[in-house]
């Protein structure tokens, strides 16, 4: 019984091994000539054949599909500290943003708009704006669905490629851009 387990076992890590090399094989071709790759550009790429391709997938939207939701930038884990102030983490998530963006833009402006993205983002920057909204930090006449929609454009893929030109801005001096256009959304602090 456990050598019948043990091979299952092993046949499921071949399984993920082929699906991981079918992935990272349209990942390659996405990044190199953009969206259009058919299936038999994947197969040959990866080293199977188009029918192991089906097997895995089903068809090319649901690849593009699961090729989105592993591309995704991953979300922070939650904190068991204290949870940072939070014009402070408004800060951490944009720099967070522009870091993840340059590791592989040429993928990334593919995929930005996926569906595969939307509702996690769109949850985390709304909870973030009702963390600014509940420390009174947003500036007077700013709701909290105006914060969010906000949040969203300065840590969305489209803005960073923009301002990062190809790599002609350093990540971090477009997180720094950023960051002064969020202050628009925030009270002025103190002096």
């Avoid at 092993?10 to 996405?30: F, N, P, Y």
Wanted: proline letters at 6%; one cysteine or more.
């Amino acid at each position: 019984m456990s050598t019948r387990g043990y091979r299952l076992g092993r046949r499921q890590e071949g399984v993920d091994q082929t699906r991981s090399t079918i992935i990272s094989a349209a990942r390659e071709l996405i990044a190199e000539h953009g969206p259009g790759f058919s299936l038999g550009k994947v197969a040959a790429r990866a080293g199977v054949s188009r029918i192991t391709v089906y097997n895995q997938f089903g068809s090319r939207a649901l690849l593009f599909h699961a090729l989105a939701a592993q591309a995704r930038p991953a979300m922070p884990p939650p904190r068991s500290e204290p949870a940072p102030e939070p014009r402070d983490e408004l800060r951490r998530r944009i720099a967070q943003a522009c870091t993840t963006w340059a590791v592989d833009s040429g993928l990334y402006r593919h995929l930005h708009g996926h569906t595969a993205w939307a509702a996690e983002e769109s949850g985390a920057d709304r909870a973030l704006a009702e963390s600014l909204a509940a420390a009174d930090q947003l500036r007077a006449g700013c709701s909290i669905k105006e914060a969010e929609d906000v949040i969203g454009i300065l840590t969305a893929f489209p803005v960073f490629d923009r301002l990062h030109q190809g790599g002609r801005r350093s990540p971090s001096a477009v997180a720094e851009i950023l960051v002064r256009l969020a202050s628009e959304l925030l009270r002025p602090m103190p002096s």
